[in-house]
């Protein structure tokens, strides 16, 4: 059975970072790309970034509005993906998911990690 | 610009079948788009991919109540013999090599 489970989330400062960690179980990390969503308070799914398989070159791709803060990264012999959010902003407060991908579309996502920004 | 434009909002009965649609951006008639639904304070769940020529497969679990067609630019979900818990925001989401688009979601109320 394939299970995404993230954690790592919590209250953090505006300007501060926080690392989100995506443990994978029931299939082999390698053989997909990992991307990451996430969903501010009573509003819809905003893509933030993937990172793609290693035999793609294990190159990311990021929205514009975390482009240069978040970096999204993989260890595929511990089966884990990773998000690293830096100079935080209170905007940035959300649910945020990870997802499996297939040729593009998610077909699995993990339950969400909780993400505060506020003084 | 690759974009994917859903209703806010639909409501049918219990018991009926609703269509929603996804239309995707002029000059990207051809893209696939995957269909999630997301239950109230619960995340989201993958349903289906759906190509251009209608042909779909679902995810892990999915309802054959759940279907999929497409018309050009329009990509649809058929949900038939509604059920309370089809209750829910269903979003289309599509994709190209280096970006990923998620449609506004429309609120599917179940009378």
């Known amino acids: 059975e394939v299970q995404l489970v993230e954690s790592g989330g919590g209250l953090e400062q505006p300007g501060r970072s926080l690392r989100l960690s995506c443990s994978a179980s029931?299939?082999?990390?390698?053989?997909?790309?990992m991307a990451w969503f996430r969903q501010a308070p009573g509003k819809g799914l905003e893509w933030v970034g993937f990172?793609?398989?290693?035999?793609?070159?294990?190159?990311?791709e990021y929205a514009a509005s975390v482009k240069g803060r978040f970096t999204i990264s993989r260890d595929d012999s511990k089966n884990i993906a990773y998000l690293q959010m830096n100079s935080l902003k209170t905007e940035d407060t959300a649910v945020y998911f990870c997802?499996?991908?297939?040729?593009?579309?998610?077909?699995?996502w993990g339950q969400g990690t909780l993400v505060t920004v506020s003084s | 610009q690759l974009v994917v434009t859903q209703s806010p909002s639909a409501s049918a009965s219990l018991g009926a079948s609703v269509k929603l649609t996804c239309t995707l951006s002029?000059?990207?008639?051809?893209?696939?788009i995957a269909w999630h639904q997301q239950q109230p304070e619960k995340g989201p769940r993958y349903l289906m991919i759906?190509?251009?020529?209608?042909?779909?497969k679902k995810g892990d679990g999915i309802p054959d109540r759940f279907s999929g067609s497409s018309s050009g630019a329009e990509r649809y979900l058929t949900i038939s013999s509604l059920q309370s818990e089809d209750e829910a925001d269903y979003y289309c989401?599509?994709?190209?090599?280096?970006?990923?688009?998620f449609g506004g979601g429309t609120k599917l109320t179940v009378l």
């Open positions: 990172v793609r398989r290693k035999s793609y070159g294990g190159t990311s």
């Open positions: 989401q599509t994709w190209g090599s280096d970006i990923r688009v």
């Open positions: 029931g299939f082999s990390l390698s053989d997909h790309a």
């Open positions: 759906l190509k251009s020529d209608g042909s779909h």
């Open positions: 002029s000059g990207h008639s051809s893209y696939p």
């Open positions: 997802s499996r991908e297939d040729v593009g579309n998610v077909d699995y």
